[in-house]
């Protein structure tokens, strides 16, 4: 069989989850030799950095999620440690290293304020590569007339490191056009059930964009090219989208960009 990343012939001897098992995905996967080992361990590099180093821990733990490994959820992004409830109840946790800048609003005799947690811990084009190996594994196994109707060369060289030009993505939840589930019937259920949605649009033969949401976190990306056309568009409809890596905010016209500054001031 043939992986569906870098075309070898391969006898695989494990699965692939198409969602991370740290995400609590257990049922939705590849079959063996559809994903390498090869391709597979190199995948699980940048997994861990994105699931523990990023706002998808702190979702992770919101959410009580069961690693693989069976343990509570944990990892740091920047100076906040952040570490899921030892009893798994939802909504309990833990946060290291809190400063006057982590907390907004704070009120002493209440103990009541709002906490402020970055996205990102250098680990942006980590998020990227998992969003592009969430999407072309899905659409490889849910959606497989989509999979043969696009080039998915760009992202396949990125992922197998032939290409090391980072993809840009927005965190949003904001649709331009209406989305559709890429996973069906009960592979649809089964992910809901562990507060995961993958969705999809065809905008243009340049355009395919893919939203991966865990929780209360979404991020959307273009599975066929680095194009900024559809962020800008998206930018200026939803004044909460931001756009990542950062640099690609130096690539985006001023009016976009000035909309971006406003929102992080």
């Given amino acids: 069989m043939k992986c569906i990343f870098c075309d070898e012939e391969n006898e695989a001897n494990s699965i692939e989850h198409i969602v991370p098992e740290s995400f609590g995905n257990k049922k939705y996967v590849m079959k063996k030799g559809e994903v390498c080992d090869?391709?597979?361990?190199?995948?699980?590099?940048?997994?861990?950095?994105?699931?523990?180093?990023?706002?998808?821990?702190?979702?992770?733990?919101?959410?009580?999620?069961?690693?693989k490994k069976g343990k509570n959820a944990k990892g740091k992004v920047r100076k906040l440690t952040i570490e899921g409830d030892e009893?798994?109840?939802?909504?309990?946790?833990?946060?290291?290293?809190?400063?006057?800048?982590?907390?907004?609003?704070?009120n002493p005799a209440t103990k009541i304020g709002y906490l402020v947690v970055p996205s990102f811990d250098k680990s942006e084009v980590a998020t990227s590569k998992l969003l592009l190996k969430i999407g072309l594994e899905s659409f490889y196994h849910s959606q497989k007339t989509l999979f043969k109707k696009y080039d998915f060369k760009d992202l396949k060289d990125f992922l197998t490191v032939k290409d090391n030009n980072p993809y840009p993505f927005l965190t949003t939840d904001f649709e331009i056009q209406k989305f559709c589930s890429v996973p069906r019937f009960n592979d649809k259920y089964e992910l809901k059930q562990k507060?995961?949605?993958?969705?999809?649009?065809?905008?243009?033969?340049?355009?395919?964009?893919?939203?991966?949401?865990?929780?209360?976190?979404?991020?959307?990306?273009n599975l066929l090219n680095r194009n900024l056309t559809w962020i800008e568009e998206n930018l200026n409809l939803d004044k909460k989208s931001m756009?990542?890596?950062?640099?690609?905010?130096?690539?985006i016209s001023k009016s976009v960009s000035d909309i971006l500054t406003r929102h992080i001031v």
């Fill in 87 to 106: 009893n798994f109840r939802k909504k309990y946790i833990n946060v290291n290293g809190l400063n006057k800048e982590n907390m907004v609003e704070f």
């Fill in 195 to 221: 507060h995961c949605e993958l969705k999809f649009v065809e905008i243009d033969e340049n355009t395919l964009l893919f939203k991966f949401k865990f929780g209360a976190i979404a991020m959307t990306i």
């Fill in 38 to 67: 090869i391709c597979n361990g190199r995948f699980s590099k940048f997994e861990d950095k994105a699931l523990t180093e990023s706002i998808f821990v702190m979702e992770r733990a919101r959410l009580a999620i069961i690693t």
């Fill in 243 to 251: 756009l990542y890596p950062e640099h690609f905010r130096n690539k």
